[in-house]
């Protein structure tokens, strides 16, 4: 992990802004989720009744308590304004009657593949919003734990919730979503680092949200 972040770059704001429109749009409104703190939003939110960008920012205040503790400042910094910018942009967006009215399995296959574009973008510049990335990332650097793991037992907390309030189809889903998070949150990194930068460079295996 870096250990200095640019927090301005204009990739950051829209990485943040589509990750909420995302949540928003697509996820709620399917009631499954590509797993993470979105999932563990939208399920908590749906459960309480209440709305998905303020359950989100208080579940990454915790986040971002830890990431000061053990990542440091700049990292951090950026989270934190990266986790409010998203959770605001979700209260914004909720506000908006605006609905997809598409089968399941549209909702699915749209959030398999392009679910993790916006972490792409993020990550693509060391980014974060204070996911379960955020902890994942430090976990391996100070403990050597796999990122593969930490992420599989953090999910466990989205997936379950998933389970409870929207059944056991959106269970299932959510799961498969989560399982499939690493791989295309790398790919786009990748793809957007390759693209936007005109490199190529080495991205942690089996990041996620």
């Given at each position: 992990?870096?250990?200095?972040v ?13 990750i ?14 590509s ?12 459960w ?16 971002f ?49 392009f ?5 792409g ?89």
């Open positions: 992990m870096a250990n200095h640019k927090i301005f770059s204009l990739r950051f704001y829209i990485g943040c802004f589509l909420a429109a995302n949540n928003v749009f697509v996820e709620k409104q399917a009631h499954i989720a797993g993470g703190v979105s999932a563990l939003s939208i399920g908590l939110a749906e309480l009744h209440t709305s998905i960008g303020i359950i989100n920012l208080i579940i990454k205040i915790f986040i308590c830890f990431v000061y503790c053990f990542g440091g400042q700049a990292i951090a910094l950026s989270t934190m304004i990266g986790a409010t910018i998203t959770a605001v942009s979700m209260r914004f967006f909720e506000l908006i009657p605006f609905a997809f009215n598409f089968p399941m399995w549209i909702f699915f296959l749209w959030l398999l593949i679910s993790k574009l916006p972490m973008l993020l990550v693509s510049k060391g980014y974060s919003t204070g996911g379960y990335t955020s902890v994942a990332q430090i976990l391996w650097h100070r403990r050597h734990i796999p990122l593969w793991a930490s992420l599989t037992s953090l999910n466990a907390f989205s997936i379950t919730i998933m389970f409870v309030v929207s059944g056991s189809i959106a269970g299932i889903l959510t799961a498969i979503l989560s399982l499939s998070s690493g791989f295309f949150t790398e790919w786009w990194g990748k793809f957007f680092t390759s693209v936007l930068d005109q490199k190529t460079v080495s991205i942690p295996k089996k990041t996620g949200s």
